[in-house]
């Protein structure tokens, strides 16, 4: 998912301490209501309802499986009208909420937010978010494994139900195997080919979701692994001095990047560009399916591959949730839980639709399930999901991010 750099967050408290919550008794009994009721009287209560989706708005291909899977069958099936409001910045659904919430707008237009990371954390913390949900859904319970870290958190932030997990992502690098037949597989290895093939490397400038979890995985390598990391970054004393091997790689390997690190493309989508016509001879994504999908689409070379690094990558789970002020609850949870079914989730993995790896647990799902999603044609730039799977890393705390970002900026962008 596209996540961002939010407001920061004492202001956010600050904006919110100011002005106190006026959610009059009738809301609070419909919250109690339908986090307890029977899910066919949910189900009624949705019936007719108009959902408005809003999300991050730049990839077609989530778009097109939006309006042209999920909508029709969600008003054919259940009665409910699901909308999709494309935004440009995640920041802009958060800030959103902080001004309604300030200014005690309790009947919203968003029913269902697309959220992760930081978006997450900000939320949380000041309130932005309806209630415990998720356990409310009969898809959740029925083959999502709740326990499991990724979860049960989002970034290191405990869930607690206020959101419900809509798929996974993995971090992987595209490159065109007519003109890197062995791609590096460590940063080390990778800083040797950035220098033997000098023009043909870059990363999107942070704060780009992209590049900055490109240089977490700099991080990784270059100072001794994550382990080190899963705890709060105001615990490590010497965080500072810990961070340098990583701004002395990025630093050695910038006059050989693209136009020699004199700049860095604005965004991935940017990136992708350079990629697809040629200029570079390395993407990356953070959607371990985007390659064989722009394969699909003509746009990247039938040649594009996936790799991973030995060491791993990082992955992490992108969720669904209900703002404390949406007006058609009912429908939104109704909506969530469609978008949670194995045949939806089965559908978003097909590059052909979205490519996004499934949020749903495979032992629980039935044999007949499991063999629809096994025969999904991920295509042939995409790697067998148990090579992700055994290459999977943990992300970083949400308080790790900013630090980073503002890291880059003095001591590589800067330089």
């Known amino acids: 998912m596209k996540k961002f750099t939010l407001l920061m967050p004492g202001l956010v408290a600050l904006t919110l301490a100011a002005c106190s919550d006026e ?128 979860i049960a958190t989002d970034f290191g932030e405990a869930v607690d139900g206020l959101e419900a997990p809509w798929g996974k992502a993995q971090f992987v690098f595209v490159h065109d195997e007519m003109k890197s037949e062995n791609p590096p597989k460590s940063m080390e290895e990778l800083a040797e080919w950035v220098k033997e093939n000098p023009g043909q490397f870059t990363y999107p400038a942070l704060p780009d979701f992209t590049g900055s979890a490109f240089i977490r995985h700099v991080l990784y390598e270059t100072t001794g692994g994550y382990e080190q990391y899963q705890q709060p970054a105001a615990d490590i004393e010497d965080l500072e001095a810990r961070l340098e091997p990583m701004w002395q790689y990025l630093n050695e390997i910038e006059p050989y990047l693209w136009r020699e690190g004199a700049t860095y493309p604005e965004s991935l989508a940017k990136q992708d560009q350079l990629f697809a016509s040629g200029e570079i001879g390395m993407t990356m994504s953070y959607d371990p399916a985007l390659a064989a999908s722009e394969v699909l689409k003509g746009r990247f070379p039938e040649s594009t591959r996936t790799f991973v690094l030995e060491g791993g990558t990082l992955s992490n789970t992108h969720f669904l949730s209900i703002p404390f002020n949406s007006s058609d609850k009912a429908g939104a949870m109704v909506a969530i839980n469609e978008m949670m079914s194995p045949e939806a989730q089965t559908a978003k993995l097909s590059p052909e639709n979205w490519g996004d790896l499934s949020a749903l647990d495979l032992e629980k799902l039935s044999p007949e399930q499991q063999d629809a999603m096994n025969n999904v044609d991920m295509g042939e730039a995409t790697l067998p999901l148990e090579d992700l799977e055994e290459h999977r890393l943990p992300e970083l705390s949400a308080d790790y991010i900013e630090i980073i970002e503002k890291g880059w900026m003095e001591n590589v962008a800067k330089e």
């Open 23 to 150: 959610n009059g008794s009738g809301a609070a009994e419909e919250k109690g209501s339908l986090l307890t009721d029977d899910w066919n009287e949910v189900s009624e209560a949705a019936k007719g309802q108009e959902v408005n989706m809003y999300m991050w708005g730049g990839n077609d291909n989530i778009n097109r499986y939006l309006d042209e899977w999920v909508a029709p069958r969600l008003k054919e099936e259940l009665d409910v009208e699901l909308t999709r409001v494309p935004v440009n910045d995640a920041q802009d659904i958060i800030n959103q909420l902080v001004d309604e919430k300030a200014a005690g707008k309790n009947e919203g237009s968003m029913d269902i937010i697309w959220i992760n990371g930081e978006n997450f954390k900000a939320a949380k913390d000041n309130e932005l978010l309806w209630g415990d949900f998720s356990g409310q859904l009969p898809n959740f319970n029925d083959y999502v494994d709740a326990e499991a870290p990724e």
